[in-house]
């Protein structure tokens, strides 16, 4: 079965430091995509990163990084220099190819806070 | 590019009632998804569409319907409305085909049902 597993429900970081977000995953798929959204109280879905299964290298956009364990089937974000604008909620997702079509199966989300 | 546009905003529904959730892309995304979010549990897929004419069930479709007669708009309906489909919807659209292809979300509707 896919899955998204995300056992932080809640996260406090202090303003400039750094936090890591916890995702793992379940597929028996060799190709997929893990993604990353951040969903503020305002309510829309930002896309923040993309990591491919066959990608080699973590990807990085900016502030964040995702440390992609391939092995160990993890896909943890990474966000530097936490600023008081990051305290959102955070969702993991992973794009699984079903029956010729593409869907997002995600995790229940982590809510990150930061203080000042 | 206006992207993933979703009407209404809010909507209060009473038990029994139908509605249709409206959503319309112009980024001409062949793949388009309509997802519930509920307190806990993430999104979950209800429905989704992989070109003009063609849709299929998602993970919780029960309750609603779909149709996709143009490229550009996917409505949701919701044919007799109950309490436990009070959610936030979002409507999504990719292009597909693997690689970067990230979802495009609306800005979703905050339905209640009474």
């Known amino acids: 079965a896919q899955k998204i597993t995300q056992t932080q429900p809640g996260m406090f970081v202090q303003e400039k430091e750094a936090v890591t977000l916890d995702c793992t995953y379940d597929t028996s798929d060799q190709s997929y995509g893990l993604f990353w959204y951040k969903q503020p109280s305002s309510g829309e879905m930002i896309f923040l990163i993309y990591?491919?299964?066959?990608?080699?290298q973590n990807a990085t956009e900016g502030r964040y990084s995702l440390n992609f364990q391939k092995a160990r089937k993890s896909a943890n974000l990474v966000i530097s220099a936490s600023q008081l604008g990051d305290s959102a909620m955070y969702f993991c997702a992973m794009r699984v190819t079903q029956g010729g079509s593409e869907k997002l199966v995600f995790g229940k989300g982590t809510k990150l806070t930061v203080n000042p | 590019n206006a992207g993933v546009t979703q009407t209404p905003k809010f909507q209060v529904l009473k038990t029994g009632q139908s509605m249709t959730l409206q959503c319309a892309q112009d980024?001409?995304?062949?793949?388009m998804s309509w997802y519930r979010q509920d307190p806990g549990m993430g999104l979950r897929l209800i429905h989704y569409s992989v070109g003009a004419g063609i849709t299929d069930q998602g993970e919780v479709p029960n309750g609603y319907n779909v149709s996709r007669s143009t490229t550009e708009d996917f409505p949701l309906r919701l044919l007799s409305a109950a309490p436990s489909q009070t959610s936030v919807y979002f409507c999504a659209s990719t292009r597909g085909q693997g690689g970067k292809g990230e979802q495009y979300f609306g800005p979703g509707t905050r339905l209640t049902v009474t």
């Open positions: 980024m001409n995304h062949e793949y």
């Open positions: 990591q491919g299964s066959y990608d080699e």
